[in-house]
């Protein structure tokens, strides 16, 4: 199977392991973002060291790709604080849109930090995603109203930063595995002195649900490292957004959450520039589009 259509298995998959994350972190109900952050990752860490030990291989990484992992479990921890606050106080599905601007994040940061190039449609179409977030956000001048959307936001922009590591990781021969459990391993112990002075009892539902949190976003998270390591982020990212249609699906029938119109607004806006996007970088809108290193080399 081409490296492309694996990316496209993939991403798909993924997309489906987050939204059931984010469908489990939400039944969980009132408990603290980062203790939440904890089961979740502590799972797939387990879930990562399985599999490196079934391999044969270990735990074994590049010493020069070091701070690059350092920094991407730094970006995708914070990334994750972020997702989680927001899930908890919006409605699942407006969440995981504002987390889904991740992919044009990684377009501009891969632009900046990759060198791969970015042309003036796909600029435009960035612009655009940009504007239909705010129908999402809805800018106001209320604090408490404001601060979710703003907080959600910034966890699409972290996690675009962390996905365009992985994306540069897999380039450079590093294993998904090894990235996912440097990541989980990281981000459980940033999380150990909130736990020790500020741990909140939890009762079995909630600890199910967690667990069951953790084991959807190991596959989520395996499923995005595999896809970013077999394509460019521009080539496979409309895939991506199927997550909205699980989200929202989980919104409706298990939470009875409706988006607003404006909302929806945003989705379509969001959604739309995604698969104009798509449709470029695959030459189908009757033009030439710009091409990268890294898509010539797949």
């Not at 081409?2 to 489990?24: D, E, P, Q």
Request: hydrophobic share 50%.
């Amino acid at each position: 199977m081409k490296s492309k259509n694996k990316a496209i298995i993939y991403i798909t998959l993924s997309a489906l392991g987050f939204a059931t994350m984010s469908m489990f972190v939400k039944l969980a109900g009132d408990i603290p973002s980062i203790e939440k952050s904890f089961f979740r990752n502590l799972v797939a860490f387990f879930c990562a060291w399985f599999l490196l030990q079934k391999s044969g291989y270990g735990f074994q990484f590049e010493k020069k790709n070091l701070p690059y992992l350092v920094l991407r479990s730094t970006l995708g921890t914070i990334g994750i604080f972020c997702n989680f606050y927001a899930v908890d106080h919006l409605v699942l599905s407006d969440a995981n849109m504002l987390n889904k601007l991740s992919p044009f994040f990684v377009i501009i940061f891969s632009y900046l930090f990759l060198k791969e190039k970015i042309a003036p449609f796909q600029a435009g179409a960035i612009l655009i995603a940009f504007i239909g977030s705010l129908f999402i956000i809805k800018p106001t001048f209320s604090v408490v109203s404001l601060f979710p959307s703003a907080i959600g936001l910034l966890g699409g922009l972290t996690a675009g930063a962390a996905y365009t590591c992985v994306r540069y990781l897999g380039t450079r021969g590093e294993r998904g595995p090894v990235i996912v459990m440097f990541f989980s391993g990281f981000s459980c112990l940033v999380t150990i002195p909130y736990l020790i002075f500020a741990y909140e009892p939890i009762n079995l539902q909630q600890l199910l649900c967690l667990l069951g949190a953790g084991v959807a976003a190991a596959c989520g998270q395996f499923g995005v490292t595999a896809a970013y390591a077999n394509a460019p982020a521009k080539e496979i990212s409309i895939f991506d957004y199927s997550q909205i249609l699980f989200s929202a699906l989980y919104s409706i029938f298990l939470f009875g959450d409706i988006p607003d119109r404006y909302s929806i607004l945003g989705y379509v806006i969001i959604c739309g520039m995604s698969v104009l996007n798509f449709l470029y970088n695959n030459g189908k809108l009757g033009f030439q589009k710009v091409d990268t290193p890294a898509s010539a080399n797949k």
